[in-house]
């Protein structure tokens, strides 16, 4: 009980000193420096209509790059502390009809709506994370109705693997073509899609960083899933 | 027109009731069926949101939470059923 | 090029990891003797170059500017410190088994010329680490618990000067010698350095070399120490590492003497400072002497003896004369001299008999002789008999004090030689004299190696007893001064007079008695010790009081109620409670528990908020 | 050749790391062989970058994509980066060798995959140029971390990677915290942006965010009290794991920490920061030390010996002066190099007799001889003996400490080394005068390592002066701000 | 049913995939048709056994229109059960008596048993607590009298479906088989 | 006076970091680490906020000028990311720690200390 | 203001009650079952309702288009798909958790469909084991 009150006393001062620091940033007003560059200039620069998505693929691209790899060291991680000799679905209640049934009708849905998403990335709020994040929801799914269901391991593995290693590509690609690492000659050399901003054939390379972005984070989303669902047994 | 307000407002006295259930209890399967209805509400004011500030963009923010949302409490369902 | 002064410094270390790599027995201890041999050889030979001016050197090292100086101060020490590390080196080519101490031996040897050497504070420190580092790894073979007594208090010494240095560095911007003399001196005028600061500075550096000579209080390892290796090794740990402590009292002269002055002002005519220094000496003197006098242990005694002489120096220096840096200097030669001669000799007697405890010695004059020689030598040195070099330096002190109007310290001298006496005494018979246990019958003379290691030291003994002007009148010229007249056999002092070549004369006589008392005493003496002092009581363990056991034991009685109160055990305590502390510490604060870790980060933040919001 | 193929750095761990599942199906060993060949690609990467920058002296700034700071992420790879990234790659490698002996849990291609990526998360926290990129590579970092820590499975690798993860997750909320207030108040992420801005920041944000900054970073540079995951992960995690670890994973945090301070110093309140910087650095040497003495375990027992050397770099930083940066940046190439070696020599008697407990060590000298003169090497440089390298930095961190006018601090940590003399002259004591045996054969690439190793302890203790150099100018990329700021092309944004 | 064949099972996959495609879109963009052409393609080879077992079939005529029929007859139950939860929940005693029930289904196909599920669970006060085979287990609001009194399990099971699955089979019986 | 979205963003991170100093049991300290981490990324989007401006997405009539700060938003995303990578890490661990141990309390698990 | 506007502003006005009807549903009734007899459907029609609803009222204004009512569409035919999914999963959870009935229930066919086949389960090991 002291704790909590302590714990309640304490956290109110630190909030309360937060609260001073937040003081000095106003809410709601103007603070933009960069933004407002990245504002002015996006289409220009990226052919993306979306800055945020410009930002994170284009402008800030090692962040996203690195954003890739975090979720790829989850994935990675989770493989590794959960890796046993043989593990199995544990799960005991069968999914009833109504649940098999409507994953069976949702899934390509799912799916289909997640490539939608990060291919749209550079048009709408979407991009490759919750694209993957959609298409790793069409295997809970499976998962969740099918108590046997597993996903192909191998196939995903090599599909993170492979997807990952293009992603890098495409960086080292703009660095033998453009001189920089990450550099987005498809638009920038190429100006692809200039005459279309805003439609789906444009944004550079933002498209092919967010398919693969996408079809990772899915992979790898799924394998974390497949490993958290999964418990050792005994041969 | 009514206004953005009596929308807001009951929406917003919806989630207070379905939070008052995930608070309260008392099974866990309560709180799982309050947390389903306040993610079908949240879709809904997504929706709404997407009028409000005329973007078109949003409507897709709002299935894709549909979808998550989905996924999410039909995991826990399994779960609380007898495990995974 | 590689210079002189390199040389010097670094043949020891060289000839230490060539012999240590090596490892081959027979050329690990040519090399070895040759490392040891080359920095005296050096010095010989630029003794005159010394007089007419110093020689410098610097090397950048690290960002850091060493600057090396063999001045006739430097030169001094540096000699004193080789003709020890000689003969050391030819005790070890015997005593030593492995090519380990090879290494720390030689290694030390290179520490402490640096340290004489040195001209800046980085040099002096990375050295004085050297040497301490060095003879530690020589204990810590033996006896961790000792070497690790040892190495602490160092160690805090060490860091005392370090803080020391860094606060000089502070005040001055500087870490050469030079600088920084100049900087205190111009302070002492403007007293930038507040008196609290220099109190500070001065109590560290006090610290500092306090624990390197073995200054009461802070003497406690040295009894482990000196006794808990290769006792060849000893010889140069005793003789020329306890005199690195004492060369930094003379360098807290030169370096803050006006400064110290300046700030401390003088007590009845006698500088603050300086006064405290004599009375640490002093006390280091009668405190080690008496302690020396109740050990059973061959090298527990002269480990305490050891602690003494070197407070007689510190003494001399703390009358903050002429006469009495000249004493102290003397007695630095002195010193290491006869105390290396011991130790070379307990050295021989170790490892011809295995043997540590006076009870388990007796009549090893016949069995080795010339051991025994150099034995006797030692003993008459130490214990201030003319014509040796102990005694000039002694009577030099005692006259400085005299000259100084400090007549307890002059008594505190007094005092001390009476105790040395006592305990050469017992040494002397208790070891060489009187009946041998029949395990001791085989025992043969030391190896020749160890013998001229002996010679090397015994010799100055001789040489510089008889003609003690040869080293005043060095000292003169290093001071600066005719402070000490006379000529090669006369020592003259605004006091008093001392002719050595009379009392040699004297002594030829002395020497024949000496001869007649071994020759006839050890004979008519067979009876079993432990009848000796029965007095009607039933001879048990415990009374059993001759000279070879509990000899004296009544002065231990009577001084029982000082005993209690140990220094040694105090620092033991001290360091079990810290271990205890670190131990309580960890459990309760590495506790297990991530949230206890969790609120450690809640309460940083607390704090980081509190220090915002107030 | 271009600077800009210095990217190469972080493309080459990555693609690498990517590239493992294609070859897993070879094997253990291939995997393992794999993961050597591509940290020494790496580790010559990294010493052409080192040779670029400092015979040219100017840095290599990466910009990805092409766009100049502040629009873009830029890296700075100047000498400090040049030189830490060397240091990052070159102990990697030796890990990585020693992982061949020392890491036989499965699965193997994801271990590998896991040490690429430690690897990479420390190179991108010393390259980066960018506030918010910072975030990102520390939470590579640390992720990798908690998954490295927790590889072993077992029941205690598992608790360690639980307070990791715990403690680790709290920090990297406020540091992102702090981030939010920095970016709201300047409107940039540019670190070279940032220290123009600087100045100008409110004094209550600047003073909140920099303080949330630094405690964030604080947990990752394990400093006292926010250090007590830091044992428990040393102790459970792999042992080539833990080499990196203490060799360059917590001190990228701490050089984070060191860089974002200088690059915030026109901030106001900032001299009060450091103040609580020197106080807490101070109590990290204190308590580690103490904490170290009565450890019975070597492993943990030179864990907290590590957070104690790093509480020390982290006072030389803290102390605001450019004699403290440099003697900071030279203590941790030293250190870095000690500690490589120790772990990797520890790990090794682990690896072959079983454990790290003191009884382990009983006899070594006999048994492994090599091996526990490696240690000895170590343990005598961790100590500060002269001749050996860190001697030389310790003294000037402790100089520069005094100089600074904390004398109190330098009195504390000085009185933590004799305690940390003790700790370490009793293990050479248990190691070469106490319990007997035979000898065993001790493997000839890890010998070969340990011998590099220590024969770079002695060198640079012997002869420090280049290193030193390299130190010094690597200490003024630190705290030379305005060179810092004249090296990165800013571009104009806003009015 | 039969199950169809592969082929025919991509090609309804595909279809409905891009119709699905033309809405989430709500684009006649050639650029998007293009796109949705090919990601719909590459998903159907995907899931096309997952999602379906009567492939082209599902799109017979009469299917389509028995399905476009069924909406507004749905909708229409649909609001009238929330009419009477409205009720219920507003109304100050909270008139309820729960209880659950069991139906039996005519219903083959796995796709009509899911939407009369639905269907169901959508309408008055009831919810489909397990389906088990031709069994449906039915939570109901306000258990009705006759299904209450039934003599035995078989008139329980009539009045029952009677009341709850009947009014929906008639459509999808056609639509799904 | 400071804003709901800032309230809002601080209550969340103190109820996580409550969570984490007073939960026993190891899965409720990791929902409050959870928490506390949305907390943060509603801080960080609110900072990026501009009244009366909307999502930076040009399209549909919104130019340069009518647009909130898109950094913020594209920093969220990638946080989020981050957020749900550590905590697949935790549950990885909390089901080693589950088995070892038998116990999620966090006062059980403590063979590691001093 | 045009009636496309309105009757999509009265379709928002109805869904968004229905919100709220659900959420009172799930404060008003006695247990989890009942609790989901209400408010699914309730939800699911207020969904129906705000999200067909904004379709049209978009339709109404100047920056409105075909396309929102698509989509609205699109999206309350996945809530009117899924939710009774969930509702079914909800509902099977809370049952096979071992959650009672209200004590007000009058019938639970379900219990002893489950008791008979367990009581075949039973059964059918010691047959097949006989078999052997
Ligand atoms: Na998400
Ligand atoms: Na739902």
Redesign the pocket.
């Known amino acids: 009980m002291l704790k909590r009150a302590l714990a309640i006393i304490s956290l109110l001062i630190i909030g309360y000193w937060l609260a001073q620091g937040l003081a000095g940033v106003p809410f709601g007003e103007d603070k933009m420096l960069v933004g407002q560059y990245y504002l002015d200039h996006v289409k220009e620069q990226t052919g993306a209509v979306n800055a945020v998505t410009a930002i994170v693929v284009n402008y800030r691209g090692f962040d996203t790059l690195g954003e890739v790899t975090v979720l790829f060291i989850a994935s990675t991680g989770v493989g590794a502390l959960l890796w046993r000799k043989k593990r199995e679905r544990t799960a005991k209640t069968e999914g009833s009809i109504v649940l098999t049934t409507g994953t069976r009708l949702l899934v390509p849905f799912v799916m289909l709506f997640g490539v939608y998403i990060f291919i749209h990335g550079h048009l709408t709020p979407g991009g490759g994370f919750p694209g993957g994040a959609t298409i790793a929801t069409a295997f809970l799914l499976l998962y969740m109705a099918f108590i046997t269901y597993e996903i192909p391991h191998k196939a995903f593995e090599k599909t993170e693997g492979i997807v990952g290693m293009a992603y890098v590509l495409v960086g080292l690609i703009g660095l033998a073509i453009g001189g920089y690492f990450l550099y987005d000659w498809i638009w920038q050399d190429w100006k692809f899609g200039a005459d279309n901003i805003g439609r789906l054939f444009s944004g550079g390379f933002i498209p092919i960083i967010y398919t693969i972005i996408g079809l990772k984070v899915g992979t790898e989303l799924s394998g974390i899933i497949d490993n958290m669902l999964k418990e050792e047994v005994s041969e | 027109m009514i206004g953005i307000n009596v929308y807001l407002a009951l929406i917003a006295i919806a989630t207070l009731l379905s939070m008052y259930r995930v608070f309260r209890g008392p099974t866990t399967v309560d709180r799982l069926v309050a947390v ?1 209805i306040m ?2 509400i949240t879709a809904g004011l997504m929706v709404l949101f997407a009028l409000y500030y005329e973007r078109m963009i949003f409507l897709d923010v709002a299935l894709v939470y ?1 979808m998550l ?2 996924g999410g ?1 039909i995991a826990f369902a399994r779960y609380m059923e007898g495990g995974l | 090029m590689i210079n002189e002064l390199l040389i010097i410094l670094f043949a020891p270390l060289v000839a230490g990891v060539i012999a240590w790599a090596l490892d081959i027995r027979g050329i690990r201890e040519a090399i070895g003797i040759i490392g040891a041999a080359v920095p005296l050889a050096m010095l010989a030979k630029l003794y005159s170059q010394v007089l007419d001016g110093a020689i410098n050197h610097s090397i950048t090292i690290s960002g850091f500017t060493l600057q090396f100086q063999l001045n006739s101060m430097s030169w001094y020490f540096a000699a004193v410190a080789s003709l020890v590390g000689l003969a050391m080196a030819f005790g070890m080519a015997v005593t030593s088994r492995e090519s380990y101490e090879w290494l720390f031996a030689l290694m030390s040897f290179t520490g402490v010329l640096g340290v004489f050497l040195s001209q800046d504070f980085v040099g002096f420190f990375l050295f004085w680490e050297l040497m301490t580092f060095a003879s530690f790894m020589m204990v810590l073979k033996r006896n961790r618990h000792e070497s690790l007594k040892y190495f602490v208090l160092s160690v805090i010494g060490a860091y005392a000067m370090l803080i020391a240095i860094g606060m000089l560095y502070a005040k001055t911007g500087a870490l050469d010698f030079a600088s920084i003399r100049q900087a205190l001196y111009l302070d002492a005028a403007m007293g930038t350095i507040t008196t609290r600061e220099t109190a500070i500075i001065f109590a560290l550096f006090l610290t500092a070399f306090g624990v390197k000579a073995g200054a009461f209080p802070l003497h406690v390892w040295a009894p482990g120490a000196y006794s808990e290796t290769d006792q060849s090794y000893t010889a140069f740990f005793s003789g020329a590492l306890s005199k690195a402590g004492a060369y930094g009292f003379l360098l807290l002269y030169v370096l803050m003497g006006y400064k110290l002055y300046a700030a401390f002002g003088t007590f009845h005519d006698h500088l603050v400072f300086a006064y405290i220094i004599a009375w640490i000496g002093a006390l280091t003197v009668i405190i080690a002497s008496f302690l020396a006098v109740l050990q059973e242990d061959i090298r527990k005694l002269f480990a305490y003896s050891s602690v003494g002489q070197v407070g007689y120096i510190l003494l001399a220096f703390g009358l903050g004369t002429s006469l009495g840096f000249a004493g102290g200097l003397f007695h630095v030669l002195s010193h290491a001299v006869f105390k290396g001669l011991f130790w070379l000799v307990t050295a021989a007697i170790i490892l011809q008999t295995g043997k540590t405890q006076f009870k388990d010695m007796g009549g090893l004059a016949e069995k080795m002789p010339f051991t025994f020689a150099m034995g006797l030598i030692a003993v008459l040195s130490l214990a201030g008999i003319p014509p040796m070099a102990g005694f000039a330096s002694k009577w030099l002190i005692y006259e400085a004090a005299i000259q100084a109007h400090m007549p307890l310290v002059a008594g505190a001298i007094f005092l001390g030689s009476a105790l040395a006496f006592a305990y050469v005494v017992r040494f002397l018979y208790a070891v060489w004299f009187g009946q041998r246990p029949s395990d001791l019958e085989d025992v043969k003379e030391a190896p020749l190696p160890l013998l001229i290691g002996m010679a090397i030291l015994a010799i100055p003994n001789i040489v510089f007893g008889i003609a003690p002007g040869i080293v005043t009148d060095y000292l003169n010229k290093m001071l600066g001064g005719e402070v000490v007249g006379g000529d090669y056999y006369k020592l003259v002092t605004p006091t008093g007079t001392y002719n050595a070549l009379l009392v040699t004369v004297v002594l030829v006589l002395g020497l024949a008695i000496a001869g007649l008392i071994y020759i006839y005493g050890a004979r008519t003496r067979r009876i079993p010790v432990t009848n000796t002092y029965q007095s009607g009581n039933p001879v048990t363990e415990e009374f059993n009081l001759s000279i070879r056991r509990n000899f004296y034991r009544p002065l231990a009685e009577a001084l029982g109620f000082w005993l209690r109160y140990s220094f040694d055990r105090f620092y033991e305590r001290l360091a079990g409670i810290a271990e205890d502390f670190a131990d309580s510490l960890r459990q309760a604060f590495y506790n297990g528990n991530v949230q206890s870790y969790s609120w450690y980060l809640a309460i940083v933040l607390l704090i980081l908020a509190l220090w915002g919001v107030l | 050749m271009n600077g800009q193929y210095a990217s190469l750095l972080i493309a080459l761990p990555l693609i690498s790391a990517f590239f493992v599942p294609l070859i897993k199906g070879l094997g253990k060993k291939a995997v393992k062989y794999y993961l050597v060949a591509i940290t020494a690609l790496q580790t010559g990467i990294a010493a052409w970058v080192f040779q670029q920058v400092y015979t040219s002296g100017e840095p290599i700034i990466v910009m990805a994509g092409g766009w100049k700071p502040p629009v873009g992420i830029n890296l700075y790879i100047g000498h400090f980066a040049a030189l830490f990234v060397l240091i990052v790659a070159a102990v990697s490698f030796m890990m990585a060798v020693f992982s061949i002996r020392a890491v036989e849990v499965e699965p193997i291609d994801k271990y590998a995959m896991l040490f690429l990526l430690l690897m990479l998360g420390a190179t991108g926290m010393i390259a980066t140029g960018d506030l918010f990129n910072l975030f990102v590579f520390m939470e590579i970092t640390s992720i990798t971390a908690y998954a490295l820590t927790a590889y072993n499975k077992t029941g205690e690798a598992a608790e360690a990677s639980m307070k990791y993860i715990i403690l680790g997750g709290i920090g990297s909320s406020f540091f992102l915290i702090g981030v939010a207030l920095i970016y709201g108040a300047t409107g940039t992420l540019n670190m070279a942006h940032l220290a123009q801005l600087a100045g100008a920041i409110d004094p209550t944000v600047a003073q909140v965010g920099l303080a949330l900054i630094v405690f964030g970073l604080a947990v990752e540079a394990e400093l006292f009290p926010l250090n007590a995951w830091a044992p428990d992960a040393y102790q459970a995690a792999p042992h080539p794991i833990t080499a990196m670890f203490s060799a360059f994973v917590v001190k990228a945090g701490l050089y984070a920490m060191a860089r974002l301070l200088y690059i915030m110093q026109a901030a106001e309140s900032w001299s009060s920061v450091l103040k609580m910087l020197v106080i807490m650095a101070t109590l990290t040497v204190f308590v580690a030390e103490f904490a170290a003495l009565r450890q019975r375990n070597v492993k943990r027992m030179i864990a907290y010996s590590s957070i104690a050397q790093i509480g020390l770099i982290a006072l030389a930083f803290a102390l605001g002066t450019q004699a403290g940066v440099d003697a900071g940046v030279f203590h941790m190439v030293n250190h870095a190099i000690v500690k490589a070696l120790l772990f990797l020599a520890i790990g090794h008697v682990a690896v072959t007799l079983g454990g790290t407990s003191l009884e382990h060590f009983e006899g070594l000298g006999k048994r492994m001889p090599l091996t526990a003169f490696a240690i000895t090497v170590g343990a005598v440089a961790a100590v500060g003996i002269p001749l050996f390298n860190v001697f030389w930095s310790k003294l000037r961190i402790l100089l520069a400490t005094l100089g600074a006018g904390y004398t109190w601090a330098a009195a504390l940590v000085l009185i933590a080394s004799v305690v940390e003399a003790v700790y370490y002259f009793r293990l050479i004591h248990t190691m070469w005068f106490a319990g007997e045996g035979g000898r065993i054969g001790e493997g000839v690439a890890v010998s070969v390592i340990l011998l590099v190793l220590v024969a770079l302890v002695i060198v640079i203790g012997v002869y420090p002066d280049y290193a030193w150099s390299i130190a010094q100018k690597a200490g003024s990329d630190i705290f030379n701000v305005a060179q810092y700021v004249k090296n990165v092309p800013l571009m104009g944004v806003g009015a | 049913m039969e199950e169809a064949s592969r082929a025919s099972k991509f090609a309804y996959t595909f279809i409905v995939l891009f119709i699905l495609w033309l809405v989430v879109t709500a684009s006649l963009d050639s650029q998007e048709l293009v796109a949705g052409a090919v990601i719909s393609l590459i998903v159907a080879a995907l899931t096309h056994d997952v999602f379906t077992k009567a492939g082209l079939a599902n799109l017979h005529p009469k299917r389509i229109a028995y399905a476009i029929a069924y909406i507004p007859y749905f909708l229409w139950a649909m609001i009238m059960a929330n009419l009477d939860v409205a009720y219920r929940v507003l109304h100050p005693a909270r008139p309820i008596r729960p209880g659950i029930v069991k139906c039996r289904t005519v219903l083959t196909s796995d796709t009509g048993k899911l939407a009369l599920a639905n269907s169901i669970t959508l309408t008055p006060g009831t919810i489909t607590l397990d389906v088990d085979e031709e069994d449906y287990f039915i939570h109901w609001i306000w258990v009705q009298d006759d299904v209450l009194g039934a003599k035995d399990d078989s008139e329980h099971v009539e009045k029952a479906s009677e009341a709850i699955t009947r009014p929906f089979e008639k459509f999808l019986k056609v639509i799904f088989g | 006076m400071i804003s709901v979205y800032y309230f809002g963003a601080i209550t969340l991170i103190l109820i996580g970091l409550y969570a984490v100093l007073v939960k026993k049991n190891l899965l409720k300290i990791l929902i409050g680490l959870s928490i506390m981490e949305t907390g943060v990324n509603l801080l960080l989007v609110s900072v990026g906020y501009v009244a009366g401006k909307s999502a930076p997405i040009l399209s549909e009539g919104i130019g340069p000028a009518q647009a909130v700060d898109p950094i913020p938003q594209a920093l969220v995303l990638t946080a989020i990311v981050i957020g749900v990578a550590t905590t697949a890490m935790a549950l990885s661990v909390a089901i080693i720690l589950h088995e070892k141990y038998g116990t999620l309390n966090v006062e059980e698990i403590r063979r590691l200390r001093g | 203001m045009n009636a496309l506007a309105a009757i999509g502003e009265a379709l928002v006005l109805i869904g968004t009650f229905f919100y709220f009807l659900s959420a009172l549903g799930l404060i008003r009734m006695p247990d989890v079952y009942n609790r989901m007899q209400t408010s699914t459907k309730s939800a699911t029609l207020g969904s129906l309702g705000v999200m067909v609803g904004v379709g049209i009222w978009a339709l109404g204004t100047d920056f409105g288009s075909a396309a929102w009512l698509v989509k609205t569409i699109a999206i309350a035919t996945f ?1 009117l798909l ?2 009774p999914i ?1 509702a079914h999963a909800l509902i099977r959870a809370a049952y096979k958790s071992g959650i009672p009935l209200w004590e007000g229930s009058v019938v639970d066919k379900y219990r002893e469909h489950l008791e008979a086949k367990e009581k075949v389960a039973e059964e059918a090991p010691a047959e097949e084991g006989g078999e052997e």
């Open positions: 389903d993610t079908t549909a949302a989905f409490v | 809530l899924t939710n969930s």
